[in-house]
T-cell receptor, first 114, second 114 residues
Framework: EPEVTQTPSHQVTQMGQEVILRCVPI?????FYWYRQILGQKVEFLVS????????KSEIFDDQFSVERPDGSNFTLKIRSTKLEDSAMYFC????????????FGPGTRLTVT | AQSVSQHNHHVILSEAASLELGCNYS??????LFWYVQYPGQHLQLLLK??????LVKGIKGFEAEFIKSKFSFNLRKPSVQWSDTAEYFC????????????FGAGTILRVKS
Protein backbone atom coordinates (compact mmCIF):
# COMPACT_ATOMS: atom_id res chain seq x y z
CA GLU A 1 0.00 0.00 0.00
CA PRO A 2 1.47 3.39 -0.96
CA GLU A 3 2.58 5.62 1.88
CA VAL A 4 3.69 9.18 2.46
CA THR A 5 7.39 9.26 3.31
CA GLN A 6 9.41 11.96 5.07
CA THR A 7 13.10 12.65 5.48
CA PRO A 8 14.95 13.05 7.72
CA SER A 9 13.25 11.41 10.67
CA HIS A 10 15.11 13.70 13.06
CA GLN A 11 16.83 17.02 12.36
CA VAL A 12 18.85 18.98 14.87
CA THR A 13 19.77 22.53 13.95
CA GLN A 14 21.02 25.69 15.58
CA MET A 15 18.84 28.73 16.02
CA GLY A 16 18.98 30.97 12.98
CA GLN A 17 19.86 28.20 10.56
CA GLU A 18 17.74 27.22 7.58
CA VAL A 19 16.20 23.77 7.41
CA ILE A 20 14.42 21.93 4.65
CA LEU A 21 12.07 19.10 5.51
CA ARG A 22 11.28 16.71 2.71
CA CYS A 23 8.19 14.70 1.90
CA VAL A 24 7.20 12.36 -0.88
CA PRO A 25 3.39 12.28 -1.06
CA ILE A 26 1.43 9.38 -2.51
CA UNK A 27 1.90 9.51 -6.26
CA UNK A 28 -1.68 10.05 -7.48
CA UNK A 29 -2.55 12.54 -4.76
CA UNK A 30 -3.20 16.16 -5.64
CA UNK A 31 -3.44 18.02 -2.31
CA PHE A 32 -0.49 18.34 0.03
CA TYR A 33 -0.23 19.56 3.58
CA TRP A 34 2.16 20.33 6.37
CA TYR A 35 1.11 20.04 9.99
CA ARG A 36 3.17 20.34 13.14
CA GLN A 37 2.86 19.11 16.69
CA ILE A 38 4.80 20.82 19.44
CA LEU A 39 5.50 18.36 22.26
CA GLY A 40 2.42 17.97 24.43
CA GLN A 41 0.25 20.12 22.22
CA LYS A 42 -2.28 19.51 19.48
CA VAL A 43 -1.57 18.81 15.83
CA GLU A 44 -1.73 22.19 14.07
CA PHE A 45 -2.35 22.97 10.43
CA LEU A 46 0.39 24.95 8.71
CA VAL A 47 -0.31 25.02 4.99
CA SER A 48 -2.07 23.30 2.13
CA UNK A 49 -0.85 23.17 -1.45
CA UNK A 50 -2.70 22.39 -4.65
CA UNK A 51 -1.97 22.92 -8.31
CA UNK A 52 1.49 24.27 -7.53
CA UNK A 53 0.37 26.98 -5.21
CA UNK A 54 -0.59 27.52 -1.60
CA UNK A 55 -4.35 27.11 -1.20
CA UNK A 56 -4.54 27.93 2.50
CA LYS A 57 -2.15 28.78 5.31
CA SER A 58 -2.44 29.34 9.02
CA GLU A 59 -1.20 32.23 11.16
CA ILE A 60 1.79 30.09 12.10
CA PHE A 61 2.94 29.98 8.49
CA ASP A 62 4.66 33.36 8.40
CA ASP A 63 7.37 34.69 6.10
CA GLN A 64 9.92 32.36 7.64
CA PHE A 65 8.14 29.38 6.11
CA SER A 66 7.85 28.37 2.48
CA VAL A 67 6.77 25.29 0.59
CA GLU A 68 7.75 23.98 -2.78
CA ARG A 69 7.09 21.10 -5.08
CA PRO A 70 10.35 21.22 -7.03
CA ASP A 71 9.64 18.14 -9.16
CA GLY A 72 6.81 15.70 -9.66
CA SER A 73 7.35 13.81 -6.45
CA ASN A 74 8.86 15.89 -3.62
CA PHE A 75 7.08 18.41 -1.41
CA THR A 76 9.33 20.46 0.85
CA LEU A 77 8.91 22.75 3.82
CA LYS A 78 11.63 25.33 4.35
CA ILE A 79 12.16 27.32 7.52
CA ARG A 80 14.54 30.16 6.72
CA SER A 81 15.78 31.17 10.14
CA THR A 82 14.79 28.68 12.79
CA LYS A 83 13.73 29.71 16.27
CA LEU A 84 13.63 27.65 19.44
CA GLU A 85 9.85 27.59 19.27
CA ASP A 86 10.00 25.87 15.87
CA SER A 87 11.03 22.67 17.66
CA ALA A 88 8.24 20.24 16.92
CA MET A 89 7.23 17.16 14.98
CA TYR A 90 6.38 18.13 11.41
CA PHE A 91 3.94 15.93 9.53
CA CYS A 92 3.40 15.91 5.81
CA UNK A 93 0.06 14.69 4.47
CA UNK A 94 -1.61 14.23 1.13
CA UNK A 95 -5.02 13.38 -0.28
CA UNK A 96 -6.18 12.31 -3.66
CA UNK A 97 -8.57 15.10 -4.45
CA UNK A 98 -12.01 14.12 -3.22
CA UNK A 99 -13.36 17.15 -1.42
CA UNK A 100 -13.15 16.62 2.29
CA UNK A 101 -11.39 13.32 1.76
CA UNK A 102 -9.09 11.46 4.07
CA UNK A 103 -5.57 12.69 4.61
CA UNK A 104 -2.73 10.19 4.55
CA PHE A 105 0.05 11.22 6.91
CA GLY A 106 3.76 10.61 6.81
CA PRO A 107 5.76 9.43 9.82
CA GLY A 108 6.94 12.91 10.69
CA THR A 109 10.24 14.73 11.07
CA ARG A 110 11.25 15.69 14.58
CA LEU A 111 12.92 19.10 14.39
CA THR A 112 15.01 20.17 17.36
CA VAL A 113 16.30 23.73 17.39
CA THR A 114 19.08 24.41 19.90
CA ALA B 1 -13.26 28.85 12.76
CA GLN B 2 -13.88 25.23 13.55
CA SER B 3 -12.44 23.85 16.80
CA VAL B 4 -12.36 20.38 18.31
CA SER B 5 -12.42 19.47 22.00
CA GLN B 6 -11.29 16.16 23.42
CA HIS B 7 -12.32 15.82 27.02
CA ASN B 8 -9.68 13.53 28.44
CA HIS B 9 -5.98 14.03 27.92
CA HIS B 10 -4.90 10.84 29.68
CA VAL B 11 -6.90 7.65 30.12
CA ILE B 12 -5.64 4.52 31.84
CA LEU B 13 -7.61 1.29 31.51
CA SER B 14 -7.11 -2.37 32.24
CA GLU B 15 -7.35 -4.89 29.44
CA ALA B 16 -10.94 -5.87 28.58
CA ALA B 17 -12.33 -2.62 29.95
CA SER B 18 -14.64 -0.59 27.73
CA LEU B 19 -13.45 2.65 26.21
CA GLU B 20 -15.22 5.85 25.32
CA LEU B 21 -13.28 8.95 24.27
CA GLY B 22 -15.23 12.16 23.94
CA CYS B 23 -14.98 14.56 21.02
CA ASN B 24 -16.98 17.71 20.36
CA TYR B 25 -16.67 20.17 17.52
CA SER B 26 -17.83 23.74 17.40
CA UNK B 27 -19.33 24.47 13.99
CA UNK B 28 -22.76 23.09 13.16
CA UNK B 29 -22.70 23.01 9.39
CA UNK B 30 -21.93 20.01 7.23
CA UNK B 31 -18.85 18.33 8.59
CA UNK B 32 -16.72 15.29 7.95
CA LEU B 33 -15.35 13.70 11.10
CA PHE B 34 -12.33 11.50 11.69
CA TRP B 35 -10.50 9.62 14.39
CA TYR B 36 -6.80 9.10 13.89
CA VAL B 37 -4.50 6.99 16.05
CA GLN B 38 -0.78 7.37 16.65
CA TYR B 39 0.91 4.30 18.09
CA PRO B 40 4.23 4.88 19.87
CA GLY B 41 6.89 5.77 17.35
CA GLN B 42 4.52 5.58 14.40
CA HIS B 43 2.67 8.05 12.22
CA LEU B 44 -0.95 9.10 12.31
CA GLN B 45 -3.26 6.41 10.96
CA LEU B 46 -6.94 6.67 10.14
CA LEU B 47 -9.16 4.67 12.50
CA LEU B 48 -12.52 5.63 11.06
CA LYS B 49 -14.40 8.47 9.41
CA UNK B 50 -17.90 9.82 9.02
CA UNK B 51 -19.03 11.65 5.90
CA UNK B 52 -22.77 10.92 5.73
CA UNK B 53 -25.35 8.18 6.23
CA UNK B 54 -25.43 5.86 9.23
CA UNK B 55 -24.23 7.91 12.19
CA LEU B 56 -22.67 4.83 13.78
CA VAL B 57 -19.47 4.13 11.93
CA LYS B 58 -17.23 1.15 12.38
CA GLY B 59 -13.50 1.35 11.94
CA ILE B 60 -10.50 -0.88 12.15
CA LYS B 61 -9.51 -2.95 15.17
CA GLY B 62 -13.00 -3.05 16.67
CA PHE B 63 -13.39 0.69 17.10
CA GLU B 64 -16.61 2.52 16.38
CA ALA B 65 -17.83 6.09 16.70
CA GLU B 66 -21.23 7.69 16.85
CA PHE B 67 -22.04 11.02 15.24
CA ILE B 68 -24.70 12.90 17.21
CA LYS B 69 -25.46 16.05 15.30
CA SER B 70 -27.56 17.65 18.03
CA LYS B 71 -24.67 17.35 20.47
CA PHE B 72 -21.90 18.22 17.99
CA SER B 73 -20.22 15.04 19.15
CA PHE B 74 -18.31 12.15 17.62
CA ASN B 75 -17.29 9.89 20.48
CA LEU B 76 -15.01 6.93 19.95
CA ARG B 77 -15.81 3.60 21.56
CA LYS B 78 -14.43 0.12 21.90
CA PRO B 79 -16.16 -2.55 24.00
CA SER B 80 -13.00 -4.30 25.16
CA VAL B 81 -9.54 -2.73 24.91
CA GLN B 82 -6.30 -4.59 24.47
CA TRP B 83 -2.76 -3.73 25.56
CA SER B 84 -1.97 -3.06 21.88
CA ASP B 85 -4.50 -0.20 21.86
CA THR B 86 -2.04 1.89 23.87
CA ALA B 87 -1.64 4.98 21.69
CA GLU B 88 -2.66 8.60 21.29
CA TYR B 89 -6.06 9.19 19.71
CA PHE B 90 -6.97 12.32 17.79
CA CYS B 91 -10.38 13.50 16.75
CA UNK B 92 -10.44 15.74 13.68
CA UNK B 93 -13.02 17.60 11.65
CA UNK B 94 -13.03 18.84 8.10
CA UNK B 95 -15.20 21.85 7.34
CA UNK B 96 -17.74 20.18 5.10
CA UNK B 97 -17.53 18.77 1.57
CA UNK B 98 -15.47 21.65 0.31
CA UNK B 99 -13.30 21.84 3.38
CA UNK B 100 -9.63 21.82 2.60
CA UNK B 101 -8.00 20.99 5.89
CA UNK B 102 -8.43 18.98 9.06
CA UNK B 103 -8.66 20.62 12.45
CA PHE B 104 -7.45 18.35 15.24
CA GLY B 105 -8.29 18.03 18.87
CA ALA B 106 -5.56 17.99 21.50
CA GLY B 107 -5.42 14.21 21.58
CA THR B 108 -6.08 11.59 24.25
CA ILE B 109 -3.26 9.36 25.43
CA LEU B 110 -4.62 5.91 26.21
CA ARG B 111 -2.59 3.50 28.27
CA VAL B 112 -3.89 -0.03 28.61
CA LYS B 113 -2.47 -2.05 31.49
CA SER B 114 -1.96 -5.74 30.83
Amino acid sequence: EPEVTQTPSHQVTQMGQEVILRCVPISNHLYFYWYRQILGQKVEFLVSFYNNEISEKSEIFDDQFSVERPDGSNFTLKIRSTKLEDSAMYFCASRRGTSGGTLDFGPGTRLTVT
Amino acid sequence: AQSVSQHNHHVILSEAASLELGCNYSYGGTVNLFWYVQYPGQHLQLLLKYFSGDPLVKGIKGFEAEFIKSKFSFNLRKPSVQWSDTAEYFCAVNDGPGGNKLVFGAGTILRVKS
